[in-house]
Nanobody
């Protein structure tokens, strides 16, 4: 099975930056490009929210309106790693961030949690005001 290892969370002041990493492993018989990798987040007392997604085969990216222009998703295929560069962080970005993956079988709705086959453990991002 595919495993996702997320890291990079921490405490940062508003306006600061963090970079989250998601190392993907265990895709026996398939390649890194066969997947789409995304990030969801969940703040205390709030619903889970889709943040971003990258179709690794088509190299297309998607962002929630709340992070567009501030967050950048990218990948290093040689390292089987997807990154989420988070800039100009705001207190409302505080949440546990989850790396997620789906195998690309055709069109998909990147913002729907049930679309994803695999979830990693979360990494906590705390933005102080």
């Amino acid at each position: 099975d595919v495993q996702l290892q997320a890291s990079g969370g921490g405490l940062v002041q508003a306006g600061g930056s963090l970079r989250l990493s998601c190392v993907v492993s265990g895709f026996t018989g398939f390649s890194f490009d066969d997947y789409a990798i995304g990030w969801f987040r969940q703040a205390p007392g709030k619903e889970r929210e889709a943040v971003s997604n990258m179709n690794l085969g088509l190299r297309t990216t998607y962002y929630a309106d709340s992070v567009k222009g501030r967050f950048i998703i990218s990948s290093d295929n040689a390292k089987n790693t997807v990154y989420l560069q988070m800039n100009n962080l705001k207190p409302e970005d505080t949440a546990v961030y989850y790396c997620v993956a789906l195998m690309r079988r055709g069109p998909y709705y990147w913002g729907i949690a049930n679309e994803y086959d695999y979830w990693g453990q979360g990494t906590l991002v705390t933005v102080s005001s």
